[in-house]
């Protein structure tokens, strides 16, 4: 009896001692080669689709050069399409595209020369080869900046002005944290998860938003999710990781620097998702850069640097490290701006701003501990207050840039 | 993409947008102006810049589409060119008592035609063109059209004149007379006779009528006044279009069905020479059409039912089934443009050129 089951796992079964790879791999090939003759045969018994090809594009990107647009255009649908001409407001333009047809997922960029004018609104028709007209609009013409030192300077400015200044301020609130207590403490936590949970929300819609303007090709609103899902698996294995660390670095008093540098990682995925969008209305002409926008901005993200700070009010660290903590959660703006300006694409921003918010996620699901009661409640009337406090606040905050 | 997120947001930037001049100053404003970096600096590949027509688009070539391809007209079976002179007689022979039997057949069909560069159309057409045949005919001669419908839908051809209840057209009128729709495969012929003289037309009138027309079941039937008329270069023109993507509104229009083909292939004409011109307004979906010659004023005849012109002008308007004559002779060599002035229908591909030469 005993023999029998320990030799039953290496194969005992008369078939023929194949390797467990080789068993896994067997119905792979045959499914593989069942699609292949099927494909080869040209799909038996299926006759062709009926009706006409579904014909999708989608704009990923304009940039308005003098005298002329550059449409990136992508195909969306399932079938090949193919732009035979381009009108821009009632009027047929000679465009130039090194390939008209786009298959399916293939993107191409149209040169369409147009003597336009700065401030004006302006429809642009594809018409497809099948004559079907697909509408894209230009609702303020403005030059797309160009892409040279000046203006990622520019950008990295304001990525400064709205992430890296306003989180140190509020980090500057460490003193105070200090002196108020563990049941005051608790209350700080508590609205620090209150202002994580109010990002969260606002990064998914945000995020929901941008992907239902954009190509619908790869996934459309699923990659939202799938970004926050990702990176809230990715959070969690560097929680694992810091965790194997956690013994040894909480006999050097630094437990509350995991959970800081956690939410510092957070904070820095929203921001980068914050970057994003202010980089990408820049680029468009949409963005006034004045000093209403930073200190709306300067506020609502000085909050953040208080969230990074509680956890580790108790013993707090160096200088430079608490700096670093402060770059990682602020910086991400910077680069945000970048990539929203210079390459910005629908897909890959609700790739990241899902990533914020999942990151978020993972962040309040390690500060939850920290809110709990001598009774170890996490839901107490304190922290239901700061919670609701911490919500409010960003609420508040947030309504000062979105007026 | 035009439209980011966080439009509020910006928005709420834009109200004191003046006060923080210090990004104010570092924004690459350089060239904030488009109209000012046009002139400085022509883009690239732009060798024709500020030369070239008037209508010509900012590269300044001949036409508003890609220079690299044409209509494959031959693969059509009709060319705008040879439209313009293609006058169809039909067949004749004297009745007894002298009079002038003439007989055209007509056969719908359901055709796929290339309307624009790249952009094709299943179209509804009468003996494989669009516009149809230009049927010509003498006033008081008796007419017969036979007309088979080999299409996959209902037709019917109703013409302009003056003729029985029967010989309209109409669904519903004369189908116990094997009139009325013309069901798929099956035919009928219309006799009637030719009255009044004029510039009329013809097309189906099966419902629902507007497509049935705007797929390109027309075309211009021309009754001459039984004395004739002057010598000239006769020219025929249907103002049309297409609405490729069934919004009931056209993505395209023309005169004799492709946008901008007598701007790449100039209608030659002879200078002094009497040219008239049959013009015809079938555009569906849109309420008027009209015609305007540069650099030349015409006689015009409204239907053609009067020998006398009702006006001297450079400018006319047609709604839809309107027609008329056009007379006039071009006293200078060298190219005018014509094209509706209704301009958004000239920029989507209803413009041409005459070539006058000596």
């Not at chain 1, 203006?151 to 509020?170: D, H, K, R, S």
């Amino acid at each position: 009896m005993e023999a029998r089951s320990e030799s039953h796992p290496a194969g005992e079964l008369p078939a023929g001692r194949m390797p467990v790879w080789a068993l896994g791999l067997i119905p792979l090939a045959l499914i593989a080669v069942a699609l292949a003759a099927f494909a080869g045969l040209g799909a038996p018994g299926l006759g062709e689709r009926r009706g006409p090809p579904v014909e999708e594009l989608a704009v990923e990107r304009t940039v308005l050069e003098p005298g002329r647009f550059v449409l990136t255009v992508r195909n969306d649908g399932p079938d090949a399409v193919e732009v035979a001409q381009v009108a821009v407001n009632d009027g047929y333009v000679p465009f130039t595209a090194t390939d008209r047809r786009l298959g399916r997922l293939a993107s191409e960029k149209l040169t369409v020369p147009y003597d336009w004018v700065e401030g004006e609104a302006y429809e642009i028709v594809l018409l497809t080869s099948t004559g079907a007209a697909i509408t894209h609009a230009v609702d303020a013409a403005v030059e797309t900046p160009d892409s040279d030192l000046g203006f990622f300077g520019l950008m990295a400015l304001l990525g400064l002005y709205v992430g890296v200044i306003p989180v140190t301020l509020g980090m500057l609130w460490l003193p105070f944290v200090r002196r108020i207590g563990a049941a005051g403490l608790r209350i700080l936590m508590a609205v620090t998860i209150g202002l994580l949970a109010f990002l969260a929300l606002d990064a998914t819609l945000e995020g929901l938003e941008v992907v239902a303007e954009g190509s619908q090709a790869f996934g459309g609103a699923a990659l939202v999710l799938l970004g926050a899902g990702a990176s809230f698996l990715a959070m969690a294995a560097v929680e694992a990781v810091m965790d194997a660390r956690r013994e040894r670095a909480r006999a050097a008093g630094a437990g509350g620097l995991h959970l800081a540098t956690l939410v510092a990682v957070g904070i820095g995925l929203h921001n980068l998702g914050e970057g994003l969008a202010i980089g990408s209305a820049y680029a468009v002409g949409a963005l006034a850069l004045g000093a209403f926008l930073v200190i709306g901005f300067a506020i609502h993200n000085t909050t953040e640097g208080l969230a990074i700070i509680a956890p580790v009010a108790a013993r707090p660290p160096g200088l430079a490290r608490l700096i670093a903590l402060g770059l990682v959660a602020g910086a991400p703006a910077i680069l945000g701006a970048w990539i929203g300006a210079a390459a910005f694409n629908a897909s890959l921003a609700a790739f990241l701003l899902g990533a914020g918010a999942g990151a978020i996620v993972a962040v309040i699901r390690q500060l939850v501990p920290t809110i709990r009661d001598g009774e170890g409640r996490a839901l107490h009337p304190a922290s239901i207050a700061g919670i609701a406090a911490g919500v409010a606040v960003l609420y508040v905050t947030g309504l000062l840039v979105s007026v | 993409m035009e439209k980011i997120s966080r439009r509020k947001l910006l928005r709420g930037g834009a109200v004191a947008a003046a006060s923080l001049p210090v990004l104010h100053e570092v924004v690459p404003h350089r060239r904030v102006h488009g109209q000012d970096a046009l002139a400085a600096e022509p883009a690239p590949g732009d060798p024709g810049a500020g030369h070239g027509t008037a209508h010509g688009g900012p590269e300044g070539h001949a036409s508003a589409f890609p220079r690299d391809r044409r209509v494959d007209h031959a693969r059509n079976g009709f060319d705008p060119t040879e439209i313009l002179r293609d006058f169809d007689y039909g067949r004749t022979r004297r009745l007894r008592g002298g009079r002038v039997l003439r007989e055209w057949t007509l056969i719908a069909d359901d055709k796929r035609i290339e309307v624009a560069p790249g952009v094709k159309f299943d179209a509804w057409a009468y003996n494989g063109r669009v516009p149809g045949p230009t049927l010509r005919c003498r006033e008081g001669e008796l007419l017969r059209i036979h007309f088979v419908n080999g299409s996959r839908h209902p037709h019917t051809i109703h013409f302009h004149g003056i003729h029985p209840a029967l010989m309209d057209g109409m669904p519903g009128v004369g189908e116990g007379a094997g009139g009325g729709v013309i069901r798929a495969g099956e035919r009928f012929t219309y006799e009637f006779d030719a009255a009044p003289f004029g510039m009329h037309h013809y097309h189906c009138h099966s419902a629902p009528l507007a497509p049935h027309i705007a797929k390109g079941l027309y075309g211009a039937f021309i009754v001459d006044p039984k004395q004739g008329r002057a010598e000239a270069d006769e020219l025929v023109m249907v103002m049309n279009g297409f609405d490729t993507n069934f919004d009931r509104s056209n993505e395209i229009y023309a005169v004799n069905s492709i946008p901008f083909h007598y701007q790449d292939d100039p209608i030659e004409v002879k200078r002094d020479e009497l040219v008239r011109i049959y013009l015809l307004n079938i555009l569906e979906f849109d309420q008027i059409n009209s015609f305007h010659v540069h650099g030349n004023f015409f006689h015009y005849f409204p239907t053609g039912t009067s020998l006398e012109p009702a006006e001297f002008t450079d400018t006319i308007v047609q709604a839809q089934g309107q027609r008329g004559i056009l007379e006039l002779r071009f006293p200078y060599p060298g190219k005018f443009m014509f094209h509706a002035h209704k301009t958004e229908f000239a920029e989507l591909g209803w413009l041409g050129f005459f070539e006058v030469r000596d």
